[in-house]
């Protein structure tokens, strides 16, 4: 059984599918690591166990991931993609999505990721969202994602083109310490963000 205490590393082994030829990389934890270029969000979507390869694997602690249940899968990852769902209700219930979390675990997640935005909304988290974050920038909505991997304390973040506004990536550097994080990046911000930079 995989040890969810301790962030794993997040490999791919000789994957081929798709565009990808026999890649292999390793993302580190305590580490921010950085996909760009042709492939990279094929890369990502392997890594995630959305897109299984033609060859080649995809381990996480050394454990492969097709051998993780998905609970146990969705408890070790969590994903923030570019364009978080969002239901109508309230942004808090938005955090929450489901997760067995006090209303005081939700408003310091979505503290830590959400700040000046919960200042000016005109009820906080208690704000209802139309569907899909109708009024929110893409922006505000990611963040929202990015609350919801606090609020569930992986030991693994992937994150898919995140915004590379100064609030979101302060947020990103609180999250970041002592997990494995993995994102596709394409702006020079979010490349300078990461510790490593792999070109696919």
Partial sequence: ????????LLRLENVTVSALRN????????????????????ALAVA??????????????????????????WTTISWV??????LAGTIAENVRLGWPASDAEVAAASEVALGDLIGRLPLG???????????????ERQRIGLARAFLRGPAVVVLDEPDDDDRFLDALRRLAPGRT????????????????VITL
């Fill in 1 to 8: 059984m995989l040890d969810l205490v301790e962030a794993p």
């Fill in 23 to 42: 890649v292999s990389l390793v993302a580190r934890p305590g580490r921010v690591t950085a996909l760009t270029g042709t492939g990279s969000e094929t």
């Fill in 48 to 73: 995630l166990g959305l897109v299984r390869p033609s060859r080649g694997r995809v381990t996480v602690g050394g454990v492969p991931l097709d051998e993780l249940d998905p609970s146990a899968r």
């Fill in 81 to 86: 993609p570019q364009f978080p769902v969002l």
């Fill in 125 to 139: 988290l208690d704000t209802v969202l139309g569907e899909d974050g109708a009024g929110l920038s893409a922006g």
């Fill in 181 to 196: 994080v993995l994102m596709v990046a394409h702006q020079p911000s979010l490349l300078a963000f990461a510790d490593e």
